[in-house]
């Protein structure tokens, strides 16, 4: 069923009786040419763009809980690509622009926002940073501004510049084509487009372990549903990527922490930019309900409980009444957490791993939903070729052991 203004019309004077299912919810099958494990937006989306790109539809995506369940459906929402180095901003703005056109090619409506993105400089060091970065930008191709402190003030009325202010802040970065969408239509358009074009969407089925054949490639997976063989699989899990790798027998350089994310209850227009401040550690936007998304720094342990603790909470809480006063007045409505999967040069790993026929995109630690287009992109590509798309190159398994690493620290964000 094509979704339209017409189609809506149409279910308004039927008193929405007609509507479909956005998916199927079919029993596995035992053999799929590809398995793609977790069904979250890169799973999802790997799916689609498997048989969309490259005519491969007997796919089935295995997911332990719910569609989006995972950090998919947890995440603060913010697309951006003003990364530093030339492989992530390549990597980044493809997945900006595969976003920009996603609620048309999807058919449905993935509320992007480009609102833009304001990163404030506290410190002359930071209006440093920020110089470097909007020149790389620049360089990559990339449209970006550097704000003075008036500029600032123009488009964030509720910041606080007063003398009195806890952290001053000197100037800005813009990205005026970054923004937000909405986390959960991002899964659900991919699930809906990937199932009309023929995928499995399997739920409540997790994979318990590998099977593999005389030569050491994998030839199947276990689940909680009965085994399903496959020609290749795909594994898309997040902060469960070092599980699913030592089911598979090798081990990966990822820690999983803690990312804990609140809104406030909605008021009225307030933030129309999304604005972080590295300095305080917070970063916060206003949710097309009203609410204020506040977004902070990792859990500092290692952990894969889907709750954060009380002490980041609190600085996150602390940064943003620092840099937003009249916030305090809000009560927080909803406060929660995702286990995000972190890679130590915070750059993600999209390509083959040592057990043959199956491939890997992890790593996106705190930043993999503005990732979402291309890493499904690339990861299709991998599973339909055998070989890395030129985008997804730098970012294999094996920078680990030659060392070319790709250090995003600084610009993935202020969690890493
Ligand atoms: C609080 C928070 C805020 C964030 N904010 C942003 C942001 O503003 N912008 C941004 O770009 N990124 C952000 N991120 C990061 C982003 O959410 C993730 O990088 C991205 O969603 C990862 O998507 P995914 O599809 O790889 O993983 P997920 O959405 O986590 O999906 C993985 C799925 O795998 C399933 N799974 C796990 N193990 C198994 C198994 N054994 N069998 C079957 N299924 C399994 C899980 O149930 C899960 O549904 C944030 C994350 C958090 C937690």
Redesign the pocket.
């Known amino acids: 069923m094509k979704y339209s203004a017409l189609a809506l019309l149409r279910g308004a004077l039927a008193g929405h009786r007609t509507w479909t299912p956005a998916w199927r919810s079919p029993e596995p099958k035992a053999a799929y040419d590809v398995v793609i494990?977790?069904?979250?937006?890169?799973?999802l989306a790997t799916a689609y763009y498997l048989a969309k790109n490259h005519g491969i539809r007997d796919v089935a995506v295995?997911?332990?809980?719910w569609l989006?369940?995972?950090?998919?459906?947890?995440?603060?929402?913010?697309?951006r690509s003003n990364y530093l180095y030339p492989e992530s901003a390549r990597l980044y703005d493809f997945s900006l622009k595969l976003y920009e056109g996603l609620s048309r090619e999807l058919n449905f409506n993935i509320m992007l926002s480009q609102r833009s993105h304001v990163m404030l400089a506290h410190s002359r060091h930071d209006l440093e940073s920020i110089a470097r970065w909007a020149s790389a930008m620049h360089m990559h191709g990339i449209e970006s501004e550097l704000l003075t402190r008036a500029q600032v003030g123009e488009l964030l009325p509720a910041l606080d510049l007063s003398p009195a202010a806890r952290f001053p802040v000197l100037g800005g970065l813009r990205q005026r084509r970054a923004g937000t969408a909405r986390h959960d239509a991002v899964a659900w358009g991919y699930a809906r487009a990937a199932d009309a074009l023929g995928v499995d969407i399997l739920q409540n089925?997790?994979?318990?372990g590998f099977e593999t054949g005389a030569g050491g490639e994998v030839t199947g997976v276990e689940t909680s549903r009965g085994r399903l063989r496959a020609g290749r699989i795909g594994i898309?899990?997040?902060?469960?990527s070092s599980?699913?790798a030592r089911l598979a027998g090798f081990r990966l350089p990822v820690t999983s922490y803690a990312?804990?994310?609140m809104v406030t209850e909605p008021l009225k227009p307030r933030l129309d930019t999304v604005v972080i401040s590295p300095g305080t550690g917070a970063y916060v936007s206003q949710s097309d309900k009203g609410e204020i998304v506040i977004?902070g720094g990792l859990d500092l342990f290692a952990s894969y409980a889907q709750r954060g603790s009380f002490a980041v909470l609190q600085s996150v809480v602390a940064a943003t009444l620092a840099m937003f006063p009249s916030f305090s007045r809000l009560r927080l409505l909803r406060h929660w957490?995702?286990i995000?999967d972190v890679v130590h040069d915070s750059s993600p790993i999209i390509g083959p791993t040592p057990a043959p026929g199956l491939y890997i995109?992890?790593g996106?630690?705190?930043?993999?939903?503005?990732?979402?287009p291309a890493?499904g992109w690339l990861l299709a590509h991998a599973l339909a070729t055998g070989r890395s798309h030129e985008l997804a190159e730098p970012f294999q398994l094996e920078r680990f052991t030659t060392g070319r690493l790709i250090d995003e620290a600084a610009a993935s964000g202020i969690a890493h």
Do not use: D, M, S
């Open positions: 494990i977790g069904g979250g937006g890169h799973g295995v997911e332990r809980g989006g369940g995972g950090n998919t459906g947890r995440n603060t929402t913010v697309v089925c997790e994979v318990t898309a899990v997040a902060g469960h599980v699913l990312l804990q994310a977004g957490a995702g995000v995109n992890c996106w630690g705190t930043g993999g939903f503005k990732a979402i890493g």
